[in-house]
């Protein structure tokens, strides 16, 4: 079992939908919890980070994560084509861990 | 903008040179670290630093090693490059955000050929 898995996709969703993305992890001590999003050719961008259960919202974007189920997801609310991205879950460990684990990331096309 | 720059930005070589990638932060975080993104595999440690000297392995570090000497410099060496190699090479610097959240950012990236 990975550490980190992503629904590789690609996740197909029109303009205006809400798209949900998911992320399971396997180190149930891990403390903090974040979504990058990457555009092709580009270096991964920090879009939301989450360290608390519940939802955390920041704009069009919203982090839910459940420690006791092991998900963290993003949603997306209003969703455009310049969101067409890949966007990566990562998860950092037990407190002193400076390490990070990527899943692979889920492609995600919104259609105009 | 975290402040990190990579160099260089492409390089093409061959198959039993030495390569060194370099990556600069300007803002004295502690934590370093090397990653290259391949397709399917995503994003895997090579190595990262906790300071000046002091670094660990990741996942993936075969083939390479690093240094740090200076707080704001990652070096990432390739001692005999093969094509296997051939990969995006990001680097990325841990910096504290709220509390306990350490937060990850990450240069521009370098994308290596090995022929």
């Known amino acids: 079992q990975k550490e980190v898995e992503q629904n590789s996709g690609p996740l197909s969703v029109p303009e205006g939908a809400i798209a949900s993305l998911n992320c399971t992890y396997s180190d149930r001590g891990s403390q903090s919890f974040f979504w990058y999003r990457q555009y092709s050719g580009k270096s991964p961008e920090l879009i939301m980070s989450?360290?608390?259960?519940g939802d955390k919202e920041d704009g069009r974007f919203t982090a839910q994560l459940n420690k006791a189920s092991q998900y963290v997801s993003l949603l997306i609310r209003d969703s455009q084509p310049s969101d067409s991205a890949t966007y990566l879950c990562?998860?950092?460990?037990?407190?002193?861990?400076?390490?990070?684990?990527f899943g692979t990331g889920t492609r995600l096309k919104v259609l105009a | 903008d975290a402040g990190i720059t990579q160099s260089p930005r492409h390089k093409v070589t061959e198959t039993g040179t030495p390569v060194t990638l370099r990556c600069h932060q300007t803002e004295n975080h502690r934590y370093m670290y090397w990653y290259r993104q391949d397709p399917g595999h995503g994003l895997r440690l090579i190595h990262y630093?906790?300071?000046?000297?002091?670094?660990d392995k990741g996942e993936v570090s075969d083939g390479y090693s690093v240094s740090r000497s200076k707080t704001e410099d990652f070096l990432l060496t390739l001692e005999s490059a093969t094509s296997s190699q051939t990969s995006v090479y990001f680097c990325?610097?841990?910096?504290?955000?709220?509390?306990?959240?350490?937060?990850?950012?990450f240069g521009p990236g370098t994308r290596l050929t090995v022929l």
């Open positions: 990325a610097i841990s910096a504290p955000t709220r509390g306990d959240l350490n937060e990850q950012f």
């Open positions: 989450i360290y608390s259960n």
């Open positions: 630093s906790y300071g000046v000297k002091d670094t």
């Open positions: 990562a998860v950092r460990g037990v407190s002193g861990t400076y390490k990070y684990i």
